[in-house]
């Protein structure tokens, strides 16, 4: 599979402004139906697929959410979850 | 043309005005209820068109029909079962991209739709044009441009409705998704196709391939071939894309609304970011954002007591005007005791609570909520608000409590998980509302001075959050994260924020009314048959021994149940001074006021508990709270024994 590795970074790391390439979500227990099969299934429901441009807006302070622009729509995200969007920057 | 009944249903995301077309088709005669089973809000109207009735059911505000929620199983299950004569698909014009996903999962369900493209208003001004024809075409709906708020293409929706419905048409277009999927869909929906579904097998296929839950586990009741094999195909689109299979499904059909929408939209980004715009920019920053939500809320805090206290004077006095009348009639004794002290005097405490704090408190924060505000608030809390195992959302019911606890309990629903419901539920009934502010403003503020009261507020805030935190981490299952859209701010829909209101209202009055009725009532007869002084005694070694008050505090703590301000108008009935000072220590005033902070919350809060969560947990809620309380009175009032006044 072409996984590039080396650029995919969690969208906490982005800084306010950047927008990047959703490459992946990564769920709690990989694979299959687990618990984080909801919520990778619901953030995929609101425009977060593999392939995707995301921008971060900005973040709230002392490690508050995230707000992000995802196919015209703007989305508040918990620090938690924006931990397990992975993306890769455009160059 | 005879009398003809037709059911249409509104479907669509969150905040796309489907509740303000509601309202509009529908006007008062609404029913609101809940879906059987469910904590989901099932809205229904009827309105008389053209010789027909016709039934509107506004189903919940959804992004996509899997069933990651209850809100969308059961929104899946009424098309697909119940099958209503049309669904109007009600969507955002400025975020069309994410609206048609949830249009195209529509079309998937095969069943005779059109779509209301609304707030064409707010998208201009955000620069974007939609060919509503092109957007027809390529969806094969029709699709009719409103503003629902204004009232503008309600008529011709709904003549566009009746008319599918009258040619008996369904969607016609459907998505294609790459060859390798749509193969693999055909297989197993030759399958489906053998058997008796009240899904459409294209769509059970699917379905089955992006391993849905209940899908699949009712497939695999009828024929468990079925989904064997479609759990092969799913694994070889993943080995194709070296992605899950549901993914796969998820992007291509994001891709194919994305397609749509490129083609049916311009976009003319304006060169002035509209004022909705820097307003979101403004509310939502790190610096400015805090003082200006603290500046709101104080605000609406500020104006609700002060309407609320005027107000409730000014109609308890009115009603208390009618003693002299009742007594006239019922001439005194106990037929006047029981009649005007229990049944009257309840109706008045439901009155003076209802009316003139919950009102404007619902009227401001649903205009909060309809213009958006709330949800910047949900972001601006998130981070606080986990520390105490919840996300930003549930600080709205916690806002909600300070008003009254009720409506905050049925306002938990907004939460995601049973889990977050019980835990913001339990949290939002040990913030003070108002009859609680009265007694620590009225003993503690008055008497020992207004830096006490505060004491006791910043007290209160940190037992909410130390017992949020034990609950959070004793309660089994892990913390839902924010995920929350912020659709941009818009001018609030008067009419629709006072028919929430109206509708909350009617709830509470359902709620709590009978129950202080007839608490009173039983109280009363208590009362009378010299039953306090007894139940009295029986406290005292709480009472006295443990909290170290007088023991007449034990009935004031009775008739707190009913009602939390009660507790300080009994208190000085029956210590027969309101200059409290003279009968209570101060270490007295503080201990007593803890204890009907924490308590119990009132017999209303508790109906509403049950309403909300079941009898269990709330009556494990209120078991809790009270040995909390007790607890809480019996520290603070040894320790305070120790502070030199």
Known sequence: ?91 | MTEKKLVFALAGNANVGKSVIFNYLTGLHQHIGNWPGKTVERAEGTLHFKGYTIDIVDLPGIYSLSTYSLEELVSRKYIAVERPDAVINVTDASVLERNLFFTLQLIELETPMIMALNQIDLAKKKGIEIDTRKLEKLLGIPVVPTVATKGVGISQLLEKTLEIVEKNQTAKGKIRYGEEIEERITKVAEMVEKIQFWYPPRYVAIKLLEDDEEITREINRIDPQITRAAEKLAGEIENLHGHSCSTVITSERYEAAGCIARQAQKIVTPTKPPLTERLHTITTHKIAGYPIMASVLLLMFYSVFTFGNYTSELISNILYGWKPFFSSVLGGGIVEKLVWGGIIEGLIASVTIALPYIVPFYVILYLLEDSGYLSRIAFLMDNVMHKIGLHGKAFIPMMLGYGCNVPACLGCRIMETERERVLAAFVTTLVPCAARTVIILGLVGQFLGFQWALTLYVVDLLVIFAVGRLAFKTLPGEPTALIMEMSDYRKPHAKTVLKQTWFRLAEFIKIAFPLIIVGSFAIKLAEILGLLEPIAAVLSPVTVLWLGLPAITGITLIFGVLRKELTLIMLATLLGTTNFAQVLTPVQMITFTLVVMFYIPCIATISALVKELGWKKALFITVFEILFALTIGGIASRLLMLVPT
């Open chain 1, 1 to 91: 599979m072409n996984k590039p590795e080396k650029a995919e970074v969690p969208l906490t790391s982005l800084r306010d402004g950047e927008t990047a390439i959703v490459t992946s979500i990564k769920t709690a227990c990989g694979k299959g139906r687990g618990r984080g099969w909801g919520f990778a299934k619901r953030l995929m429901d609101l425009g977060l697929t593999p392939g995707t441009r995301v921008t971060v807006v900005k973040s709230a302070p002392f490690h508050g959410p995230l707000e992000i622009l995802v196919r015209g729509s703007r989305i508040a995200l918990g620090r938690g979850v924006a931990e397990r969007i992975f993306a890769e920057i455009e160059k």
